[in-house]
């Protein structure tokens, strides 16, 4: 079959969080034609793919795109998130996105969108059910919106051996089981193994139950501090603490054990210092059910899964053939490096401000929109690689603060940050007569520049050192 052309000003490559936050703000602020290619069957990315009971680590409020509201903008009254904005489940944001594609962008006339296709570079991409091949003559600009697609278990291999009389199966797995088993393994440090362990409690499971092997101990953001809306101040405030933190560390452990004192980062065990930071967020509650598991092992990663015994970098520990091992050991964020946003023929969608996949992309597209000159772009959009050590804290907080204080510089840019949905400190301006406002204020100002010194140097001894632990 002949290969057809199609013309475009945007080829979008990956529907997910990234690419549809990134077309929906080109859409709004320009009269672009774009065409998305995708993968999948339906647009939401890794999503598709997610175990049943994921939510979100963020509040729904600052999710999906600008144009079309995830969820009711709801505080939780009960359960372990009471008194925090709602979190979209899986399912909730696998039906989001297709509304956005059907009710928002489709109907929009600029864009159109190319399901179940498998981009084959060189602007080449083909129809996975059919024989449909097509090329694409790109007016402006190829996007790539699938350069950090995450690492998830249930399309990632375990990364250590299993025995034929071994159980060890996906997270996915966990919500389809039709018994008991003798025991639950869970293997893995972040997001991903701290939601089974949730999950398991949640359902019943007595902490004794359950084993948690920890090949490393995380630093986790405290939920209470990534709220916005009503929250806001909340949020600045904590801002305001870590730049206080920053400023007044006099190394990279003073620091950490600054941001810990000041309850901007939190860890399940008190007693291990952490040597991985990605972002996730934790409440109180969930620390405290988190704290109940008391079999945690420490032996470093899981070399093999046996029959009778699980062989860790560190040494050996028993099994037995009815216990249930969980698989939650995909890398999960994607360490792929940073590179430059834009460049005269391409778009590279990353973060500029840590742990918000969809701000991020929207604000790329925002400016993508409304500039024109190249070197302007990529100093209002510095890259800022996903974090994965404590490291990247620093690295991510001084990217941020630096991208804020040139935001602040751009009076159009500051009306589209006020206005965007997607932005969590959306609103501030109007609560700076509060008094816990104003308090956030003075201390933001007083620090941030100390901060700004430490936070470059300590980036500079740790980058030395080639290492990221605290």
């Not at 305001?240 to 980062?265: G, H, I, Y």
């Not at 032996?299 to 216990?323: F, K, M, N, W, Y």
């Not at 001084?398 to 959306?426: C, F, K, M, T």
């Amino acid at each position: 079959m002949p290969t057809r052309t199609l013309e475009t000003d945007y080829l979008v490559v990956g529907c997910g969080a990234a690419g549809m936050a990134f077309a929906d703000a080109l859409v709004t602020d320009s009269d672009a034609q774009v065409l998305m290619v995708d993968r999948r069957h339906a647009p939401g990315g890794h999503w598709h793919d997610a175990y049943p009971f994921v939510r979100l680590h963020q509040p729904s409020a600052y999710y999906g795109t600008n144009s079309l509201p995830l969820g009711g903008d709801t505080i939780d009254l009960h359960g372990p998130n009471r008194g925090f904005y709602e979190r979209a489940s899986a399912a909730e944001i696998c039906a989001y996105y297709d509304r956005v594609m059907q009710k928002r962008l489709l109907p929009s006339g600029q864009v159109r969108y190319f399901p179940m296709s498998a981009y084959l570079g060189g602007n080449r991409f083909a129809s996975r059910l059919s024989r449909d091949e097509y090329t694409v003559k790109i007016r402006k600009k190829f996007v790539d919106a699938a350069y950090l697609e995450p690492f998830v278990p249930a399309t990632c291999k375990p990364p250590f051996e299993i025995a034929p009389e071994a159980r060890c199966v996906p997270i996915n797995a966990l919500a389809r089981l039709d018994a008991p088993a003798e025991g639950y393994t869970i293997i893995g440090a972040g997001k991903t193994a701290v939601d089974a362990c949730l999950w398991l409690l949640e359902t019943g499971v007595p902490p004794a139950a359950i084993r948690w092997i920890k090949p490393r101990e995380a630093w986790l953001v405290n939920r209470v501090f990534a709220q916005g809306g009503e929250l806001v101040g909340t949020m600045f405030e904590g801002i305001a603490l870590q730049v206080e933190a920053a400023a007044r560390a006099t190394s990279l452990d003073d620091l950490f054990q600054r941001l810990n004192a000041a309850e901007q980062l939190l860890r399940v065990d008190e007693e291990v210092t952490p040597t991985m930071y990605k972002s996730a967020t934790v409440s109180a509650d969930e620390l405290a059910q988190l704290r109940r598991i008391r079999d945690v092992v420490r032996l470093g990663r899981i070399r093999r899964i046996e029959g009778s015994a699980i062989v860790l970098d560190g040494g050996t520990v028993p099994t037995r053939p009815h216990h249930l091992h969980v698989h939650c050991a995909a890398p999960g964020l994607n360490p792929a490096p940073a590179v430059p946003i834009f460049t005269a023929a391409r778009i590279t969608l990353q973060p500029i401000r840590t742990g918000l996949i969809p701000f991020n992309a929207a604000l790329i597209g925002f400016v993508e929109a409304s500039r024109e000159d190249l070197a302007q772009k990529n100093r209002l959009c510095p890259p800022n690689r996903l974090p994965d050590v404590p490291l990247d804290w620093v690295r991510g907080t001084l990217i941020g603060l630096q991208a804020d204080y040139l935001w602040s510089q751009d009076s159009a840019l500051g009306d589209w940050l006020e206005g965007a949905r997607l932005n969590p400190s959306r609103g501030l301006r109007n609560r700076r007569g509060e008094p816990r406002v104003q308090q956030a204020a003075k201390r933001y100002a007083d620090h941030v520049r100390p901060a700004l010194q430490n936070l470059q140097r300590f980036l500079a001894q740790g980058t030395a050192r080639g290492r990221g632990e605290a």
